[in-house]
Every structure is written in structure tokens, then in C-alpha cells.
């Protein structure tokens, strides 16, 4: 069935490193794919995403790059800060509605 | 914008009894998606509205239900309630598709005694 593999499910950096969360999904014809940050007791949050016709984007510290023939994903974040500690989640869009990863527990340690 | 809201945020109900859950879109928007979310098991999907239609349904038992008002709020329905359905229940709207960018309300924490 319809499924998105994310890794890792935690993820412990130095603040300053870059964190790189990964995600692999099963149905070629899905064209977007967006990434969630949410914070302990609050809402998900959309922080970036990418479409089928692009390989990558960036938002200042954020970055998201595509590979449609492997069918991977990746969030990339840059000079993490401690702000940036949440569960990161992962999802693409399939004959219209969202799948969702596991998420990612990322924690920045100062 | 005003951004989505629901209602509750918090309800306790005891196994076998009902839940109605509330969700205001962001105003304009037409699609109204339904989460369940539980530690283990993440965010799961429930279903999709848009113009008071259900357009698309997850794998969850006929006991969760929902509908849609033409001024397009949402109203999710939980029967006979389980323990297992203890979860936060979010909600997303958005304008038209919601494969385009997905704004959640704060979520309705249900827990069942």
C-alpha cells in the first residue's frame, strides 16, 4: 500500500551542525511533497516544500532535495540552533490526500 | 487570516459513548482534511472534504465519520468510542487540494476512560 519510510526516528546534533532527515516513498505519480516541523503540544507546521519538477529548494536555512527516480526525499538544516529541536515529519501527496512519515525527533544540544 | 480552528481542544469521554468534533477552515478554503495522531502509530488519515462532499477516505472503521457545511466547517463523529481512540485529532485545510499546502488547527486531544 501507500507508505512513506523516514529516517532516522531521532536525531541528536551540536548546535552549529547540519541535521539530514530522509524520507522514501512508494507511488511514482505523487508531485509534491512537503515537510512539517511540530513542536512538543503545538500544531504541525509546513516549513518547506518541493514538486515533482523540481530537484531542490532552499529557505535560508532549510533545504529539501528530490530524487524521483530513487524516490527519496531529504530535509537538509544548516547551522542548526536549539530552536530548531521538534519532531520533523516527512509526507507526500497521493490521488489527493497527504501521507505521512513516522516522523523525526531531532533534538540540538547547545 | 484568521487561521484554523478547532473545538474543543480537550475532551474526556468513557468507552461506548459518542464524539463530535468541531473544524473552522482559514477562511476561502475549501478542503477539509482529518488526522488522528498517537505516538505510535503517527499521523494517520481519516478523510477529506471539499463542497460537502467526501472526496477521499483512510483505512479507519465506519464508527469515524464526518461531514462538511456548505460554509465549509467540518464536523468529525466518533461512535461507540474505544480506548484505542484516545489520540489528538487535528484537522487541515486547504484551498483546494489537499496534496497543496495544508494549514492544521491546534487539535482536539480525546481521551477515552
Known amino acids: 500500500g501507500e507508505n512513506v519510510e523516514q529516517h532516522p526516528s531521532t536525531l541528536s546534533v551540536q548546535e552549529g551542525d547540519s541535521a539530514v532527515i530522509k524520507c522514501t516513498y512508494s507511488?511514482?505519480?505523487?508531485?509534491?511533497f512537503p515537510w512539517y516541523k511540530q513542536e512538543l503540544g503545538k500544531r504541525p507546521q509546513l516549513i518547506i516544500d518541493i514538486r515533482s519538477n523540481v530537484g531542490e529548494k532552499k529557505d535560508q536555512r532549510i533545504a529539501v532535495t528530490l530524487n524521483k527516480t530513487a524516490k527519496h526525499f531529504s530535509l537538509h538544516i544548516t547551522e542548526t540552533q536549539p530552536e530548531d529541536s521538534a519532531v520533523y515529519f516527512c509526507?507526500?501527496?497521493?490521488?489527493?490526500?497527504?501521507?505521512f512519515g513516522k516522523g523525526t525527533k531531532l533534538s540540538v544540544k547547545p | 487570516k484568521a487561521g484554523v480552528t478547532q473545538t474543543p481542544r480537550y475532551l474526556i469521554k468513557t468507552r461506548g459513548q459518542q464524539v463530535t468534533l468541531s473544524c473552522s477552515p482559514i477562511s476561502g478554503h475549501r478542503s477539509v482534511s482529518w488526522y488522528q495522531q498517537t505516538p505510535g502509530q503517527g499521523l494517520q488519515f481519516l478523510f477529506e472534504y471539499f463542497s460537502e462532499t467526501q472526496r477521499n477516505k483512510g483505512n479507519f472503521p465506519g464508527r469515524f465519520s464526518g461531514r462538511q457545511f456548505s460554509n465549509s466547517r467540518s464536523e468529525m463523529n466518533v461512535s461507540t468510542l474505544e480506548l484505542g481512540d484516545s489520540a489528538l485529532y487535528l484537522c487541515?485545510?486547504?484551498?483546494?487540494?489537499?496534496?497543496?499546502?495544508?494549514?492544521f488547527g491546534p487539535g482536539t486531544r480525546l481521551t477515552v476512560l
Open positions: 509526507a507526500w501527496g497521493s490521488q489527493g490526500n497527504l501521507i
Open positions: 487541515a485545510s486547504s484551498l483546494s487540494q489537499p496534496d497543496n499546502e495544508q494549514f
Open positions: 507511488d511514482s505519480a505523487s508531485n509534491y
